[in-house]
């Protein structure tokens, strides 16, 4: 997931298949992108809130995310 964060205009990469970043597959998985977007304002909610999580807590994705990263090449 790419975020420009002044505009926030949002993309996502297939980075296994796509390691330019050159194609947004954004419409063709709205599902992840909706759940993604959802992680990172709460995240900027928390960080705002000063309530962030910790790194080890960040680095740490559930089991669902993890199986939709894996689905765009992400994690192996």
Known sequence: MIVDVDDMPMS????EHDPLEQENILA???AVAETMTATFHEFRR???R?????PD??????GEILERLRSLGYVR
């Open 12 to 15: 996502i990469v297939d980075l």
């Open 46 to 48: 928390a960080a705002a």
């Open 57 to 62: 807590e960040a680095a740490t994705p559930s």
């Open 28 to 30: 063709s998985h709205v």
């Open 50 to 54: 000063g309530t962030a999580m910790t």
